[in-house]
């Protein structure tokens, strides 16, 4: 009888990255009581926010070659440790240097985490099991760890304060780590609970170059000149534009559009968040069943571009007729049509590059963190300039039909050579 093994490393991916969302949100959670005791402004604050993903763009993008050359257990131990001290330090930071420092490790430390979580896949499934996979962790697991870290993280400090908050953060962390070393291998064949017939059925989903599972220097041409990996980027910049723009400006945008209370704020910013996990989850299905049925790899960017065009569109009626309802429900699709794309940008990643899944899933990262610095200035910039969002939803919507476009017309379906046949001894 076939172990399913795999499964149990990909659950465990998807808690490392609900830990490492509430981790990088949770400084949002203690603004009021940093700033009281740090003597940190509004425009410091800012800085440092941006700060994490500035570190977290530079270190998406190597990490990935790390990734590659030493497989995803030691990188993301190595990388977990790091995210939980700098966890642990935020309360000790002093004041304002020390709290960019820390929040620029702490964006170092959480980078490998989709880099390595695409190679993991990439050695753990077959091809035709990757997008849920994928989905729960790219889609389901950001999506949902947003929906539940206010309640979570306002819990703890309520109970244990706010330097408490963040300890047990980070202890949370160590807790990863000391289950990853017992569980976590880079691939089934290293795994003692993984039987043979289990073996055998990931290895026959599986291309030569993942079958192989080889590690060395970063082939930087290959990468480089991957037609499809930079529509990738393109197209996941596009995505993340809308993403970070919501995160960091949707409670402000109804607050000040709608006059909303806080705790009005709080509720109304679930809607989006909950269409964020439905539009991961059917993406998910989506794009493993049209797979299985065409086994076309391009079959997976016409699923993401129709998903950006119908994403782009929803925003329309919003900067149309901005009324509340009408700004909560078509705000709603939007985000929930985006992340139709949430885990398919990592399947598209290991298409694109199989023989280095981590350096091409880093290069999409450092697009999408790009995404985090730019969003943010630039819906600043336009709010303060116009004193609407309207121009900024413009900008969103505008983006997402580009990246679309780009998805339907201009990917290639790309030459596969496919796992000769072998033994189970071999596998």
């Given at each position: 009888m076939q172990?399913?093994?795999?499964?149990?490393?990909?659950?465990?991916?998807?808690?490392?990255?609900?830990?490492?969302y509430i981790d990088r949100s949770a400084v949002s959670y203690a603004v009021q009581p940093l700033q009281q005791e740090f003597g940190i402004s509004t425009a410091q604050y800012g800085i440092i926010s941006s700060a994490f993903a500035i570190g977290y763009m530079v270190f998406a993008f190597l990490s990935g070659p790390l990734?590659?050359?030493?497989?995803?257990?030691?990188?993301?131990?190595?990388a977990i440790t790091i995210f939980s001290i700098a966890t642990a330090l935020v309360p000790l930071a002093g004041g304002f240097v020390g709290l960019l420092l820390i929040r620029i490790i702490l964006g170092a430390g959480e980078a490998p985490a989709f880099p390595a979580a695409t190679r993991t896949v990439s050695r753990w499934l077959p091809r035709a099991e990757r997008g849920f996979a994928l989905a729960l962790i790219g889609g389901v697991a950001v999506s949902g760890s947003l929906l539940i870290a206010g309640p979570v993280l306002t819990n703890l400090i309520g109970a244990v304060g706010w330097r408490g908050m963040f300890w047990v953060m980070a202890v949370l962390g160590v807790a990863w780590a000391a289950v990853a070393i017992g569980l976590l291998r880079n691939t089934p064949s290293e795994s003692p609970r993984v039987n043979e017939a289990e073996r055998a059925f990931i290895a026959a989903g599986q291309d030569i170059e993942e079958s192989e599972?080889?590690?060395?220097?970063?082939?930087?041409?290959?990468?480089?000149?991957?037609?499809?990996?930079?529509?990738?980027?393109?197209?996941?910049?596009?995505?993340?534009?809308?993403f970070w723009g919501f995160m960091y400006w949707l409670p402000q945008f109804l607050s000040t559009s709608y006059g909303l209370s806080i705790k009005a704020v709080g509720a109304f910013s679930i809607a989006p968040w909950a269409?964020?996990?439905?539009?991961?989850?059917?993406?998910?299905?989506l794009v493993d069943r049209v797979y299985?049925?065409?086994?076309?790899?391009?079959?997976r960017f016409t699923i993401m571009g129709c998903a950006l065009l119908l994403s782009g569109a929803s925003l329309i009626p919003v900067f149309v007729d901005p009324t509340l309802t009408v700004a909560l429900i078509f705000i709603s699709l939007g985000v929930g049509f985006g992340f139709v794309t949430g885990g398919i940008w990592w399947v598209a990643s290991i298409d694109a590059e199989p023989g280095q899944p981590g350096s091409a899933a880093g290069f999409a990262d450092?697009?999408?963190?790009?995404?985090?610095?730019?969003?943010?200035?630039?819906?600043?910039?336009?709010?303060?300039s116009t004193g609407t969002f309207t121009s900024g939803f413009i900008v969103m919507s505008a983006l997402a039909v580009i990246g679309?476009?780009?998805m339907l017309f201009a990917t290639r379906e790309p030459a596969r050579r496919e796992t000769p046949a072998r033994s189970v001894e071999e596998v």
């Open positions: 172990t399913r093994f795999r499964w149990a490393t990909i659950v465990l991916i998807v808690v490392l990255i609900v830990i490492n990734v590659d050359r030493f497989g995803p257990r030691k990188v993301l131990l190595v599972n080889r590690s060395g220097s970063v082939d930087w041409r290959s990468l480089l000149t991957n037609r499809n990996l930079w529509i990738v980027a393109v197209g996941y910049f596009s995505w993340g534009f809308m269409a964020g996990v439905v539009g991961a989850l059917v993406g998910g299905f299985r049925r065409t086994q076309s790899i391009r079959s450092a697009a999408f963190a790009l995404a985090g610095i730019v969003a943010p200035a630039v819906m600043g910039f336009i709010v303060s679309a476009l780009l």
